[in-house]
């Protein structure tokens, strides 16, 4: 009988493509997707990818590195959504109170599509240069839906509010935390027109 031949020399079996930066990100992607962001690892991306783990590193500089490419993808994946609707939406003639309801269900459509990434959406476990411009992307998006035009401490006061809103409502149906029979859609519509009836808004 023929032996089994093992693949020992670190390289990408003949079916797995291009090996190159890009493709190991977009394997730690897919892998974050599937499982969730922590349980990203080097043995995982080298498994899916067909090589030995010490190769991954001919193409990144640790896990960090990838978690950080991870969290700038997250933010910008989110800020494209998001921007998305909001030119939609101001196309078609919509005002600030509907903006913010697109921002919203977009918010909440991002966090259960994406799910395993989108704790590196709260805090970024490594801060780089391209994390910082994908989060400078998602403050403008939520500046355009308030109205405003710079950063000042109302606006720092109703996105943080927004955010923290939207975060603990997200968490919650992920983990299935609400599990009382009264519809969930419409707590989610209860909380959004809450948000939007603030005198200070």
């Known amino acids: 009988m023929a032996k089994k031949i093992k693949h020992k020399t670190g390289r990408p079996k003949a079916s797995s493509g291009v090996l190159n930066r890009q493709s190991v990100i977009d394997v730690s992607w897919e892998i974050a997707n599937e499982i969730g962001a922590k349980e990203v690892s080097i043995k995982l991306i080298a498994e899916r990818l067909g090589i030995r783990s010490p190769s991954v590193y001919n193409h990144v500089t640790d896990l960090s590195d990838i978690v950080g490419e991870l969290s700038a993808r997250a933010g910008n994946l989110l800020a494209e959504n998001l921007e998305n609707v909001l030119e939609e939406g101001t196309r078609s003639g919509l005002k600030k109170k509907e903006k913010i309801r697109l921002l919203f269900r977009e918010y909440r459509n ?19 240069e391209s994390h910082r411009l994908a989060a400078e992307r998602i403050l403008s998006v939520c500046l355009n839906a308030f109205d405003s035009d710079r950063l000042d401490k109302k606006a720092i006061h109703e996105i943080r509010i927004m955010r923290s809103i939207l975060h603990g409502f997200v968490t919650l149906e992920k983990e299935k935390g609400f599990g009382l029979p009264e519809s969930v859609e419409e707590t989610f519509e209860i909380l959004t027109e809450g948000f939007i009836a603030r005198e200070w808004l």
């Not at 395993?116 to 801060?127: D, K, Q, R, T």
């Open 110 to 128: 991002f966090a259960r599509n994406h799910y395993g990434v989108y704790s590196l959406l709260i805090a970024a476990p490594v801060a780089t």
